[in-house]
């Protein structure tokens, strides 16, 4: 055999034992990446959730709007 050759199949089988054995890395750890994933996901949703009260009949003065507006929530 030629020395490019070897070459060419030395790095070829490199590059494939690298990309098989991150493939399967990646697989075995897809389960945990994914149950942080909701947990970090739950926690967002956890702190955007904010208690609203309705506005109170006359707060907004709105005389002379053509479109007036309905009832709008504000936070506590």
Same mark, same amino acid.
């Given at each position: 055999? /030629?020395t490019e050759l @070897? !070459?060419?199949? @030395?790095?070829?089988?490199?590059?494939l034992w690298v990309? !098989?054995?991150?493939? !399967?890395? /990646?697989? !075995?750890?897809?389960?945990? =990446?994914?149950? =942080?994933?909701?947990?970090?996901?739950?926690?967002?949703?956890?702190?955007?959730?904010?208690?609203? =009260?309705? @506005? /109170?009949?006359?707060?907004?003065?709105?005389?002379?709007? =053509?479109?007036?507006?309905g009832r709008r929530?504000?936070?506590?």
């Amino acid at each position: 055999m /030629s020395t490019e050759l @070897v !070459i060419a199949l @030395v790095l070829g089988s490199a590059f494939l034992w690298v990309t !098989i054995t991150l493939t !399967i890395l /990646s697989a !075995i750890d897809r389960p945990e =990446r994914k149950a =942080r994933r909701q947990e970090r996901r739950e926690l967002r949703m956890e702190n955007r959730r904010t208690g609203y =009260r309705p @506005v /109170s009949a006359g707060s907004h003065p709105q005389a002379g709007t =053509r479109h007036p507006r309905g009832r709008r929530l504000h936070l506590h």
